[in-house]
């Protein structure tokens, strides 16, 4: 007498969402408030490892305080959108740029921090 056991082992389904906007909004520094206290405390050292983290040259932030758009901050922020495919406008970088300084550093080196670690959601089929 033959028994045939037939066993399949569940596959995992591994579902990844790609947004084409930021993870987070220009005001939600406070999400990690490690990033918010070095970026309030020491603006440059935050705006060089970010710069760092993109994959361009660290000293490339402290060039930001010559000129009334800040160069360094709209051109990496433009750089991390085309990257990951974020929606947005030259000239909405350059006024976040120019007003909101610190907190568009803040939702770069976010941003880059969320797409370098993103989450996956796995489920398993029964």
Do not use: H
């Not at 033959?2 to 993870?23: A, C, I, K």
């Not at 969320?114 to 796995?122: A, D």
């Amino acid at each position: 007498m033959t028994t045939n056991l037939v066993m399949t082992q569940p596959q995992p389904y591994v579902m990844t969402t790609v947004s084409n906007q930021w993870t987070s909004d220009i005001c939600d520094c406070c999400e990690d408030l490690p990033m918010c206290c070095l970026a309030c405390w020491c603006l440059p050292c935050f705006t060089c490892k970010t710069s760092y983290e993109a994959g361009e040259c660290v000293c490339l932030p402290l060039l930001d305080a010559y000129g009334c758009i800040p160069p360094m901050t709209t051109s990496l922020r433009v750089a991390v959108r085309t990257r990951y495919g974020i929606e947005g406008s030259i000239c909405k970088d350059c006024v976040l740029s120019c007003f909101c300084g610190p907190c568009t550093w803040c939702q770069i080196a976010r941003e880059i921090k969320t797409r370098k670690n993103p989450v996956f959601s796995v489920t398993i089929s029964r």
